[in-house]
């Protein structure tokens, strides 16, 4: 690993920080945030703090392992105390890196999944030295790590995150967690299609599937999750909502904070219609200073097209240089009269087009740390037509690129002909962000579908379609004369550039990011390479452009704008016709395959530079500076390393513990019509039995629940043993307000179908009620083997930003009842750091009041232990007389110290 630079007075722009893998770390600056007012700053502050705060999401959009396999890593990465410089370490370091870049397991690119060049036998080894050397990683049991083995070390399991090649069911070969497993590409369609046939507003029709994973019930009903506050991803909407509420004091404009309560909305309902609404205010909203990115936004990644991964994006405008964005969407009629598309598919008057330059503060989600340098939003079609679209290009991160790739030897190696590099050298300052301003300001906003055609009938060509439409439209337009008559190039020679970059990247120097023996897969690689094909292949008779080995000749310029014509036309006719089958013949004809003896070529020359063909960005560091209590400033510091503050952000922004997938099952139960028939003859043997003086009893004493029927635990018993050991029923049953049925739940859950997640999950909606928690671990962890694993992995990781704070009673009393039928706890880091946390809750805090449920919870178990243990016994004793706690001021404490001393001098 080349070393990590920190010197806050090197050059800021572009300035390397770490080269891993295919990959090179950069950093951007804030051009002008430290003379932005407070207010402003402060605006900033929270909207990348909102942005920040969806970082687990996409990491669980990209694969259902992902979040555990990123805390499995990074457990070993922080707790490893072996040879650090091994070969296996650095390999694993490598593979984390990577994982960290791609938020999962696969490229971040080309969709393969990573082949780790450390060994099982490592992995297995320095777990086992973490667990029994330092008690971390405890809730990763045997069973749990069997699993997470296979899927890094198994080539065919998770084998890609994307599959797109259209050779198999696109759903089945693809790992994204948009759809629960075993769901197929036409039972996703069909499902889709029916909502779209059963809109409300066909004029203004929902993106329907956007914010939603498909899943399944037992008995194979399609539903979907939701993503929402108290759904999928709840908790962490409910934390992006509080920075989105405290942006509120701060926003630029009116408008800019009704769009912001709209998407408030949208998040705490998942109500589609919100976020349509969102979408129109935010892009009418077009003299603000500070703009946003925050939802489910692209659909790239999703085989299907329908699917919104989370992306975030914080940005200022750059006055000066949106002015040439401006001049040129304010002809934006101009160019959609002029443009070579059958008149039909012509938007009568395209509204709305905004445009600006940016300056990006804050990258986040899908964005985060490969980032696009253009961006053209609201996606729906029909809000494009009607309201318009907002457009930037991120000018910081184009001149970082710029000056991280100045002297590359890209260009000598692959253009031969030392005339053209002139030109390119002449020309590309002008002609890279024009190309990327026509793309993204005009060339998605062109153009029209035809009444009644879906957006999304192009399924999995979609993407691919619609970038060769906005690249065709820049391509087209950066040759016209317009060009240089608004003052955007200084000549009609200028254009030519773009082109030659354009195409040879298209056919040659793209290549350098496929491994030898792969396809084309992400969308926008296929569109250059579909373009640059058919312009190669209308040229081949009259050689217009040559393409000899891998050097690129054109001969003649202009009738390569014509074959762009005539491409723009047939895709506009295409996107506009939902001409399904065109956009496959036309993708896989031209845009995926790649040429064995060019890939073979480029890639050997390639290696000589020693370059990393991907790169990406890490964040500044936003942060408070407090005086006399109050806020008077906040600063960008640019020193954090990539490794540092990755793991910084899985601490800071963790909110969806493991698996948010399994914990939604358990949390939002849909329940099968067998399920649903057993609950209902279960309720009326309930009620048949109800003892209200029971039921009226208990709630005296607290015991509050949405119904209670006062039967006894002993009934409860001989009910469940005439119920099936049954997951889906005893979920269902737990997530019902009664209290006897969440009681006959903890006794029917079976035992092999617990995990960490979901024990966590089960702990955390029982904790409040003693009587809940306490049956929780007679009745389903006293049946558990990992349950005192489990059960100190709550307890040693309360620090780590109190997840699991509210389970540490339970853990007690789960590892006190295990202790009295003879489990032993052996490893003297588990035992060093349970007798700590234990001697810690019974010095309580100072919000205690008495014998807390934690303190008494901590007696049960020092007493069970210390009179089973003589270790533990001696350990116990040494603490009180060291602690005094028998002579201490406070009454609560005197009396744990007798209760102890009784117990361990009988």
Not at 309 to 317: A, I, K, N, T, Y
Not at 700 to 728: C, M, V
Request: glycine residues 6%.
């Amino acid at each position: 690993m080349k070393p990590i630079r920190t010197n806050q007075a090197d050059v800021i722009n572009g300035a390397h920080v770490l080269r891993f893998a295919d990959i090179e770390i950069l950093r951007y600056e804030i051009t002008g945030f430290e003379a932005l007012p407070l207010e402003r700053k402060l605006l900033v502050y929270h909207l990348s703090e909102a942005a920040l705060s969806g970082r687990d999401i996409i990491f669980d959009q990209n694969g259902v392992y992902n979040l555990r396999l990123r805390n499995l890593l990074e457990g070993i990465y922080r707790h490893y105390s072996g040879d650090r410089q091994s070969v296996d370490f650095l390999a694993l370091e490598e593979y984390l890196y990577r994982l960290w870049f791609s938020s999962g397991i696969h490229h971040h690119y080309g969709s393969e999944k990573f082949e780790p060049a450390f060994s099982e036998s490592f992995l297995r080894r320095a777990i086992a030295e973490i667990q029994i050397g330092s008690a971390e990683l405890l809730e990763f049991t045997s069973v749990e790590l069997d699993e997470l083995s296979r899927v890094i070390f198994c080539p065919e399991l998770e084998a890609r995150r994307t599959q797109q090649s259209g050779q198999e069911d696109l759903l089945l070969a693809s790992s994204v967690n948009f759809y629960a497993p075993g769901i197929s590409q036409q039972e996703a369609e069909e499902y889709y299609e029916a909502q779209e046939r059963g809109a409300d507003e066909p004029e203004s029709p929902a993106s329907y599937g956007l914010n939603s994973r498909l899943a399944r019930t037992n008995d194979g009903r399609l539903y979907e999750e939701t993503y929402r506050i108290g759904g999928l991803y709840g908790a962490a909407l409910e934390r992006i909502s509080t920075h989105l509420k405290a942006a509120l004091a701060y926003t630029d404009t009116p408008e800019q904070r009704e769009a912001i309560l709209a998407l408030l909305e949208y998040y705490k309902t998942g109500d589609l219609g919100a976020y349509n609404r969102f979408c129109i205010l935010w892009v009418q909203d077009t003299s603000v200073e500070v703009d946003f990115i925050n939802g489910f936004t692209e659909t790239y990644s999703d085989p299907i097209g329908l699917k919104g991964s989370w992306e975030g994006l914080v940005h200022l405008r750059h006055r000066q240089a949106s002015e040439r964005s401006e001049r040129m969407c304010r002809e934006a009629g101009w160019f959609e009269r002029n443009a070579p598309i059958d008149e039909r598919f012509k938007k009568p008057e395209p509204k709305g087009v905004s445009a600006s330059v940016v300056t990006v503060a804050m990258l986040a989600g899908d964005s985060y740390p490969a980032t696009p340098i253009g961006i053209n939003l609201p996606n729906a079609d029909w809000i494009r037509a009607r309201y318009g679209s907002k457009s930037v290009t991120i000018d910081n991160i184009h001149r970082a690129y710029h000056y991280a790739s100045k002297h590359s030897g890209m260009d000598e190696l692959f253009v031969p002909d030392v005339s053209v590099r002139a030109m390119l050298e002449r020309y590309e300052e002008y002609t890279e962000q024009l190309h990327t301003d026509l793309h993204e300001c005009l060339g998605h906003g062109s153009g029209q579908l035809l009444p009644g055609v879906s957006p999304d009938a192009l399924g999995a060509y979609g993407s691919t379609i619609e970038e060769a439409r906005a690249d065709l439209f820049a391509l087209y337009y950066i040759a016209d004369a317009k060009m240089v008559e608004l003052g955007l190039l200084p000549d009609r020679e200028a254009y030519k550039a773009c082109y030659y970059r354009y195409l040879l990247n298209g056919l040659v120097t793209q290549l350098v990011r496929i491994r030898p023996g792969h396809e084309l897969e992400e969308a926008h690689m296929r569109n250059r390479a579909l373009i640059a094909y058919y312009v190669l292949a209308r040229a081949a008779e009259n050689k217009h452009i040559e393409l000899r080995g891998i050097e690129l000749i054109i001969h003649d310029y202009e009738e390569v704008r014509r074959s762009i014509a005539s491409l723009l036309g047939e895709v506009q006719r295409i996107k506009s016709e939902g001409d399904y089958e065109a956009a496959r013949s036309l993708v896989e004809g031209y845009g995926i395959k790649v040429m064995p003896h060019i890939h073979e070529e480029v890639l050997r020359r390639y290696a000589t530079l020693d370059l990393a063909p991907y790169r990406g960005f890490v964040n500044p560091r936003l942060e408070l500076i407090f005086e006399d209590g109050g806020i008077v400033d906040v600063v960008a510091d640019y020193r954090e390393g990539y490794a540092e503050q990755m793991l910084r952000y899985s601490q800071e922004y963790g909110t969806l513990g493991l698996n948010p997938t399994e914990l939604q099952g358990m949390a939002q139960s849909e329940p099968t019509a067998e399920t649903l028939e057993l609950a209902k003859r279960l309720r009326g043997r309930l009620r048949e039995g109800m003892d209200g003086v029971v039921s009226s009893s208990m709630r005296d004493k607290g015991l509050h629940y949405g119904i209670n029927f006062g039967l006894t635990q002993e009934h409860l018993q001989r009910l469940a043993s005439s119920l099936p050991k049954d997951l889906d029923l005893a979920t269902y049953l737990m997530s019902r307000d009664v209290r006897e049925l969440k009681l006959i739940a903890q006794i029917i859950m079976p035992e092999e179908a617990m995990t960490f997640e979901r024990a966590s999950y089960l702990a955390s909606v029982s904790f409040s009620k003693a009587e809940l928690r306490d049956c929780l671990a007679k009745s389903l962890f006293d049946r558990c083997p990992a349950a005192p694993q489990w059960a100190m992995a709550w307890i040693f990781k309360t620090s780590d930003g109190g997840l699991y704070s509210d389970l540490v009673p339970l853990g007690y009393i789960i590892l006190a009842r295990h202790l009295t039928r003879g489990y032993h706890i052996e490893h003297k880091s588990w035992r060093t750091r349970l007798m700590r946390s234990a001697l810690e809750s019974l010095r309580g805090r100072d919000e205690d009041e008495g014998l807390s449920a934690e303190r008494e919870a901590a007696l049960l178990l020092l007493r069970r232990w210390a009179t089973r243990d003589s270790e533990a016994r001696a350990e116990t004793l040494e603490a009180l007389e060291r602690e005094g706690w028998q002579r201490s001021q406070d009454a609560v404490l005197r009396e744990i110290a007798e209760v102890l001393l009784f117990d361990l001098e009988q």
